[in-house]
T-cell receptor, first 110, second 111 residues
Framework: DTAVSQTPKYLVTQMGNDKSIKCEQNLGHDTMYWYKQDSKKFLKIMFSYNNKELIINETVPNRFSPKSPDKAHLNLHINSLELGDSAVYFC?????????FGSGTRLTVV | GEDVEQSLFLSVREGDSSVINCTYTDSSSTYLYWYKQEPGAGLQLLTYIFSNMDMKQDQRLTVLLNKKDKHLSLRIADTQTGDSAIYFCAETAGGSYIPTFGRGTSLIVHP
């Protein structure tokens, strides 16, 4: 059973489109995250939710909007996609110091 | 400079030991982690060490922490081709549970 699953695994879309990436965890963790991994493999946190409440919102364009319908789900919606949004996006969940990551969504904007 | 730094590449021969190094800047670091990322996969937690420890061993993995120099290393004994991956060092500091990651070290194991 996949602990943190995100869909889709690959996403290719044109500039200007709106897209969503979904994430679900079945670990019962209270905190979920979205990370962006750029082409140089640098991981940077974007958002963190704890029990459906936003607790971290790093400097991310407001075209990115996370949505947490319940504590097992954290979806990422991106409006008006730009070329610079191309990256791998990782969802993660945690309880205390123990993190589990999803396998990533490779977003390519053309 | 970055908060967590690691060299980008390491190439070793199968059967040799690999040592991946990491330096960090925050002296209030509480936990330090090593994650492994295989191609096309997410990060997998390999091991972590609390900042009041000097060493932690887990089978083929040995983590050494030099808190004075803010230096963390991961030694993989008897490196195998299946160990080829990117290894990320990360730390949490202060009261935060959000880790800061390094850029990752690509470990290449050749026969």
């Amino acid at each position: 059973d996949t602990a943190v699953s995100q869909t889709p695994k690959y996403l290719v879309t044109q500039m200007g489109n709106d897209k969503s990436i979904k994430c679900e965890q079945n670990l019962g963790h209270d905190t979920m995250y979205w990370y962006k991994q750029d082409s140089k493999k640098f991981l940077k946190i974007m958002f963190s939710y704890n029990n459906k409440e936003l607790i971290i919102n790093e400097t991310v364009p407001n075209r990115f909007s996370p949505k947490s319908p319940d504590k097992a789900h954290l979806n990422l919606h991106i409006n008006s996609l730009e070329l610079g949004d191309s990256a791998v996006y990782f969802c993660a969940s945690s309880r205390g110091t123990y993190y589990t990551f999803g396998s990533g969504t490779r977003l390519t904007v053309v | 400079g970055e908060d967590v730094e690691q060299s980008l590449f390491l190439s070793v021969r199968e059967g040799d030991s690999s040592v991946i190094n990491c330096t960090y800047t925050d002296s209030s670091s509480t936990y330090l982690y090593w994650y492994k990322q295989e191609p096309g996969a997410g990060l997998q937690l390999l091991t972590y060490i609390f900042s009041n420890m000097d060493m932690k061993q887990d089978q083929r993995l040995t983590v050494l922490l030099n808190k004075k120099d803010k230096h963390l290393s991961l030694r993989i004994a008897d490196t195998q081709t299946g160990d080829s991956a990117i290894y990320f060092c990360a730390e949490t500091a202060g009261g935060s549970y959000i880790p800061t990651f390094g850029r990752g070290t690509s470990l290449i194991v050749h026969p």
